[in-house]
């Protein structure tokens, strides 16, 4: 493909992805706020009901952030009774979060309206085009984390300012 070509196709994917990827963390911030939480309590709570149980390590390698930083936010959302901190079945050392009783309904609540409004867009459209739009989602999501984690070392490697 020539390299024009090829630019084209990027620059008309960049710039949704730029507008897509603004209203997500706009989105996420309103979320956030509704319950009484910050993004990154938040984003955890969606990766322990998604990708858990997990151990904090496991949570901090998802996010990309330092096991101090992972620490503090698990904590707050233990205070909150939102997740729990319990043993492992197999492994009586290693200590799994997942979310108590309740929350995902908590969270889940927030987002009755903005449901049935995807849910009218998703009958609109047929199984197959979801299906091409969930599959370019979960490589753009599977990207977007690498990258995320990346970034966020080179971030630690900076010098502090104030």
Do not use: W
Request: one cysteine or more; charged letters at 25%; proline letters at 2%.
């Amino acid at each position: 493909m020539p390299r024009k070509v090829v630019h084209a196709r990027f620059e008309r994917y960049s710039r949704i992805a730029q507008q897509f990827g603004a209203r997500t963390v706009m989105f996420q911030q309103a979320a956030a706020r509704l319950l009484g939480l910050n993004v990154t309590q938040l984003d955890c709570l969606q990766l322990i009901r998604h990708l858990g149980p997990l151990t904090a390590s496991d949570l901090a390698r998802e996010i990309g952030i330092t096991q101090a930083s992972i620490s503090a936010v698990v904590a707050k959302l233990i205070e909150r009774g939102l997740v729990a901190r319990n043993r492992s079945s197999e492994d009586k050392r290693r200590q799994l979060l997942e979310l108590t009783a309740g929350t995902a309904e908590f969270v889940d609540a927030i987002y009755k309206e903005h449901v049935a409004r995807m849910t009218s867009i998703l009958d609109g459209i047929s199984d197959a085009e979801l299906d091409v739009a969930l599959a370019f989602m979960q490589m753009l999501e599977e990207e977007m984390k690498h990258t995320a984690i990346e970034m966020n070392k080179s971030a630690s490697a900076l010098p502090v300012t104030t």
